[in-house]
């Protein structure tokens, strides 16, 4: 007996917006709101500072917010920040299943 995998649907994917975009710096996002420090970040991505600093500058750039403020030693999330953090971790979960899985 032969089984039949399901048809998907057609996704309409706007390709404009992935393509203005490098989606590893939600990776980076995700790390930065987590660590609340770009250098523990850095450390926990296996880069430089400066590398996770110039994510940072560009994510700034494409939210036109600052997301996360300077206190003391830490950075604090914005209120930008905490909405696209809410919204990215269920993504950034499913997508870590699904390349989980082997």
Not at 13 to 34: G, H, K, P, S, T
Not at 56 to 74: H, I, K, N, T, V
Not at 76 to 84: F, G, L, M, R
Request: proline share 6%; charged share 25%; glycine share 6%.
């Amino acid at each position: 007996m032969t089984k039949t995998m399901p048809t998907l649907t057609p996704m309409k994917i706007n390709l404009r917006i992935f393509a203005e975009i490098d989606l590893n710096l939600m990776v980076v996002f995700m790390v930065i709101y987590d660590e609340r420090n770009v250098s523990r970040a850095a450390l926990k991505l296996g880069v430089g500072q400066p590398a996770v600093s110039g994510s940072l500058a560009r994510l700034r750039a494409r939210f036109s917010d600052p997301l996360f403020e300077r206190m003391g030693r830490g950075m604090e999330p914005t209120a930008k920040a905490h909405d696209i953090a809410g919204q990215l971790a269920p993504a950034i979960r499913t997508i870590e299943s699904i390349l989980g899985e082997r």
